[in-house]
Each structure stands twice: as C-alpha cells, then as structure tokens.
C-alpha cells in the first residue's frame, strides 16, 4: 500500500495549485485522509482533511482558499488552493488511515513522498 502525491510547483502569489493523492494497492477500506504540510525550520502542520463520511475541516490559515475533496470509489483525495500566498510555501504530504486487511485489528497511518509548493511573491 503507497500513498503517492503530485500536483506541486512553482507558482506566482494569487495563484492556484491543485494536489492529488491517490492510495495504490489492495484496501478493505481508507478512512479519514488528510492534507500536512512543513515549511523549511517549521513543524509539520496539518492543512485540510476529509474523513470517509466527507466530512471536511481546515486550518485556519486556509479556510477560504482552500478545497479538500476525496473520491472513497477510487481512493483519491485533491486539494483546490486558490489565492496562494508566500507562506503557504512547504513540502505538502498526504496522509490517510487505512484499513488495509480484514485479518488486521486495526487500521495504519499511511504518509505520502511529499510533494513541494512554491509560492513566489
């Protein structure tokens, strides 16, 4: 089981990015899944998350800007970030608790590569 995000760049302040993450391999099921994010001499933050019920929440640095959707049939996750600005700048890592095997007891905690977003102002 891999978690595999993209979508990062460089982008001018006020600009828009959108990241994906896609769950790879054989699941019983991927529960709450989530947006962090790390900015170089910073801890790791978490941005935006969606649980299976597609219940959303946000940081409050982003509410407004940014869109968490996920899609439970084929086990991705996007995220919409309009009217970025410099501080939004961190490698962005997606995260997700999976229930990977129904002789498991209990679901995994799962993170991505990391995917880096560069907001030039």
């Known amino acids: 089981v891999q978690l595999q995000a993209s979508g990062g760049g460089l982008v001018q302040s006020g600009g828009s990015l959108r990241l994906s993450c896609t769950v790879s391999g054989s699941v019983v099921s991927v529960n709450a899944m989530a947006w962090y994010r790390q900015a170089p001499g910073k801890q790791r933050e978490l941005v935006a998350g969606?649980?299976?019920?597609?219940?959303?929440n946000y940081a409050d640095s982003v509410k407004g800007r940014f869109t968490v959707t996920r899609d439970n049939a084929k086990n991705t996750m996007l995220l919409q970030m309009n009217r970025l600005e410099p501080e939004d700048t961190a490698v962005y890592y997606c995260?997700?608790?999976?229930?990977?095997?129904?002789?498991?007891?209990?679901?995994?905690?799962?993170w991505g590569q990391g995917t880096q977003v560069t907001v030039s102002s």
């Open positions: 995260n997700a608790d999976i229930w990977v095997s129904y002789e498991d007891e209990h679901s995994e905690d799962y």
């Open positions: 969606a649980t299976r019920a597609l219940v959303t």
